[in-house]
Structure formats: C-alpha cells, structure tokens
C-alpha cells in the first residue's frame, strides 16, 4: 500500500515529531499544512492515505469541514489528535465517524507511539470513553434545565433574563454551572454534547426533549 500521509496541526514541534518518526519508519515525509483551508486544498490536488488531524487550526475548528472530508474521500484513513476535551469529542467522532481521538495531554511518546500504529495501520489503542447512556444532563438542577433551550439557542444572558425574568448576572452563575457539569467549555461545545445525547429544544414551549437510547460501539 502506497501511504501518504497528510498532517494538519497547528503546532510546529509536534509536527516535527511525527515527521521524525515517519523518517526513522521509513515513510515518505508527510505534507503538513496549518489550516482547513489549506487541508482542503491539498486533499483536492493530490491523493493521501492518511490524515493527522487537529480540531484547532489557524482559521477555524476542523470539526466544520470533517462531514465534507469523510464524505468526499471515504478511503482517507483519520485519526483526530487534538486538545479538545476527549469525555465530548472523542464520543462524538466515534459515533458519526468511527475515528479514533487521541488527547494531547498525553505523554508525546505514548502519543508518537500511537500515531505511529496508525501510519502503519495497526490497531491504535486508546483510553476508554465513558457509556453515552449516562447523560451528564441528568445532572442539571430543574432551574438549570429551564436555561438550558435558551442557551441553546444561542440567545445572551441579557436576553434570556427577560425571557424568564432573572438577572443577567443570575444567568450567568447558571451557565457556568451548566458548563461545568458537562465538562464542556463554551456554548458551542454544550451544542455538540446536546446533540451526541440527542437533546433538543421544543420550538413551541421550550421543553427539553431527551431521547432514551442506549448507544453501542
């Protein structure tokens, strides 16, 4: 099999690394790139068997390009190496995509080593993610319930205080506290988690709408 490896990440020394292993491996030198413009670009103009993938690159999050990626190149073998919080996205890109996340606050050379299965198509072993049929929005307090369609919603503190007639700052206590306990670190992460545990927001009375079911891998 012809391997040719294609590596976006937004850190030089990490991809330095993964050239130096590819060099010690005896694999061709990986193309490096930095954005998904650039990623998308290259996937355009030449073939590759295997992609490092960041979430984090210069212009944006790359979880906005994957569909596009798993679609139009379905024998691009993928593995996500990212500093996202692995509880959230490594559910997540399990589910829709079967990609393995490999976390960076991992040891680089368990990491390297890891990558480095993955070049040669070995099975890459990670940590355990936690059973999706434990929703962390069991968690919530019936007034954090309350917020949450609005935060879902994308309206502001402002806004959703006039909705259910508490203080901004009221909201925001509520909010951070949603946060935490869906370890998720802005709105836009809580959104993806709402949507791994199939959590949606009722249009007409603003309920929360939970669907029970248990997910395998």
């Known amino acids: 099999m012809n391997r040719k490896i294609v590596i976006a990440e937004d850190q030089s020394l990490m991809a330095r690394s993964m050239r130096i292993i590819c060099r010690d491996e ?3 030198a990986p193309k490096e790139v930095n954005s998904c413009r650039d990623l998308l670009s290259a996937l355009k103009e030449e073939y590759f068997s295997h992609l490092v993938l960041d979430l984090t690159l210069a212009d944006g999050n790359a979880m906005e390009i994957l569909d596009s ?3 139009r190149y379905p024998a691009l073998k993928i593995i996500v190496y990212s500093d996202k919080p692995v509880k959230l996205y490594g559910q997540i890109l399990r589910k829709r995509y079967g990609i393995r996340f490999v976390p960076k606050n991992e040891k680089e050379e368990i990491a390297l080593q890891r990558l480095l299965a993955f070049f040669k198509d070995q099975d890459v072993e990670v940590k355990p993610i936690s059973d999706l049929s434990e929703s962390p ?4 307090t019936a007034k954090e319930r309350e917020l949450l369609p609005y935060l879902l919603r994308g309206l502001s503190p402002i806004q959703i205080g006039q909705q259910i007639g508490k203080t901004s700052s009221a909201v925001r206590t509520h909010k951070q506290s949603i946060l935490e306990k869906t370890d998720t670190e802005n709105v836009v992460e809580l959104k993806e ?3 791994l545990y199939n959590v ?6 603003w309920t929360i709408v ?3 079911k248990r997910m395998r891998f």
Not at 200 to 205: A, E, F, G, K, R
Request: glycine share 4%; proline share 0%.
């Open 193 to 195: 988690l709402a949507a």
């Open 26 to 28: 005896g694999l061709e």
């Open 69 to 71: 990626i798993v679609v």
């Open 210 to 212: 939970q669907k029970k």
């Open 200 to 205: 949606s927001v009722s249009s007409d009375n």
């Open 137 to 140: 929005f069991d968690l919530l």
